[in-house]
C-alpha cells in the first residue's frame, strides 16, 4: 500500500518583536495600564513573537474596518505564503510541477482569487493541479489539513503540498477590559509554514494515522466571530480543562488502533496554544516536562501562530534530524475540537530543515 510522508517544511516569518517592547510600546497604553493585563502578557511564557503588522501601526489597526483588514491581508499574505512553499518543496527536492494538490489553510483573511491562485501564479503550479482552500478552522487546522493531502498523496501517487498561514495581527481590536482580548493580544502572532508530502519513495516521517475528538458540548469556548471591526476570538479560561479531559483518551484511541503504546513515542509536537494549555496537555497524557520542551520553545519564541504553529514544532523537531521513534502531534481549535496525528520515521537521506 502507498503511503504518504512528510519530505520537506518550510516556513516564513514576518519581523519579530520583543514582547516586553510590546507591552511598553503598545499594549500597556491599550490596556490603560492594567495591571490584570500586565500579569497575563508577564505569565503568557511568550518571549517574541512576529508581526506582519509594525508596532507603530497596530492602534490605528484596532480602528480599521474588516474591509481594510482584508485588503492589508491580500497584500501581506502572498509574499510570505510563496516563501513559505519554495521553501518546503526545497526541502523536500521537489518542483512545483510535481504536485498535484495544493491546500491552503487560513482563518484570517479571505478574497477571491485567493492565496491558492498567488501560489499557482508564482510557483508556477501545472494549470491541471488541484487546488483546495480551507477557511475558518482556527488553530488545529493544519492536521486535518494534513489528513486530507495525505488521502490523496496515497490514492493518487503524486507529491502533494499544504500551507497554513494566519495574520492574527490585522484583528487587533478596539481597547477593552475584556481579559480574553487582553489573552488574545498577549499570546497570538503571525506566521506562514508549509509541508510537502509525497509517496512513499521518499524519506521522512510517514502519516501513518490520523484522529479527531470533538466535545461540541463546549462549543462556545472558543470562537472566531466575524465583525464590522475584524475577527474577535472569544476564549473561556475552561478551555485547559476541557482539553485536559478529552487529550488522553484521543491519544490513547491512536495509539492503540496502531499497535503502539504511550510509552513507544519518541517525541511530541503539540499546538502551544498557551502556557495553561501546555500543561493541561502534560497532564492529561501524564507526560514528563521535558516532553512538551519543542513546544515551550516554539512558544517563547514565536508565539500563537494559530494553525502553522503545530508545523513550526514538527520543523523544530525535524531541524535535528529523524526521531528515533514515532511522532505525535497534537492542535486544538473551536467546535471544541481536537487533532492527533502519528507519524513514523523512514530511513533515508532526509534533507534536516534550517531550524
Known amino acids: 500500500m502507498v503511503t504518504a510522508r512528510i519530505a520537506g517544511i518550510g516556513a516564513a516569518l514576518p519581523p519579530a518583536y520583543r514582547q516586553g517592547d510590546l507591552w511598553d510600546e503598545v499594549f500597556r497604553r491599550h490596556f490603560s495600564r492594567s495591571r490584570v493585563a500586565e500579569r497575563i502578557f508577564t505569565a503568557s511564557e511568550v518571549r517574541s513573537r512576529h508581526s506582519a503588522t509594525p508596532p507603530d501601526e497596530l492602534l490605528a489597526v484596532a480602528e480599521h474596518s ?124 503571525d506566521a506562514a509554514a508549509a509541508l510537502v508530502l509525497r509517496p512513499d519513495d521518499a524519506p521522512g516521517l510517514r502519516v501513518v494515522d490520523i484522529a479527531t475528538r470533538a466535545d461540541t458540548n463546549r462549543s462556545d469556548h472558543m470562537t472566531w466571530d466575524v465583525t464590522d471591526l475584524g475577527f474577535r476570538m472569544g476564549l473561556s479560561p475552561e478551555v485547559p480543562d476541557a482539553l485536559e479531559s478529552q487529550v488522553g483518551p484521543l491519544v490513547k484511541d491512536l495509539l492503540t488502533r496502531n499497535g503502539r503504546e504511550r510509552s513507544d513515542v519518541a517525541a511530541w509536537a503539540v499546538h502551544p496554544g498557551g502556557p495553561r494549555i501546555l500543561d493541561a496537555v502534560q497532564d492529561g497524557l501524564d507526560l514528563p516536562p521535558q516532553a512538551l520542551e519543542p513546544s515551550r520553545t516554539a512558544l517563547a519564541e514565536h508565539g500563537n501562530c494559530s494553525s502553522p504553529t503545530v508545523l513550526l514544532v514538527l520543523r523544530s523537531l525535524l531541524s535535528q534530524g529523524l526521531p528515533a521513534g514515532p511522532v505525535v502531534a497534537l492542535a486544538f481549535g473551536p467546535g471544541l475540537t481536537l487533532y492527533a496525528a502519528l507519524l513514523e520515521p523512514e530511513d533515508g537521506p532526509f534533507k534536516p530543515p534550517a531550524p
Open 66 to 189: 474588516t474591509e481594510q483588514r482584508m485588503r492589508r491581508y491580500a497584500e501581506a499574505a502572498p509574499p510570505l505564503a510563496i516563501e513559505a512553499v519554495r521553501d518546503a518543496l526545497a526541502a523536500a527536492d521537489t518542483a512545483p510541477e510535481e504536485l498535484g494538490l495544493l491546500v491552503v489553510a487560513s482563518c484570517t483573511g479571505y478574497g477571491t482569487p485567493g492565496l491558492d491562485i498567488d501560489l499557482a501564479r508564482a510557483l508556477p503550479l501545472r494549470a491541471d493541479a488541484r487546488r483546495l482552500f480551507i477557511g475558518h478552522t482556527g488553530c488545529h487546522a493544519a492536521l486535518p489539513t494534513l489528513a486530507t493531502i495525505a488521502d490523496y498523496v496515497a490514492s493518487h501517487r503524486r507529491p502533494a503540498a499544504m500551507l497554513c498561514l494566519e495574520l492574527t495581527s490585522l484583528h487587533f481590536q478596539p481597547a477593552s477590559h475584556d481579559v480574553d482580548q487582553m489573552v488574545t493580544h498577549a499570546l497570538f502572532a
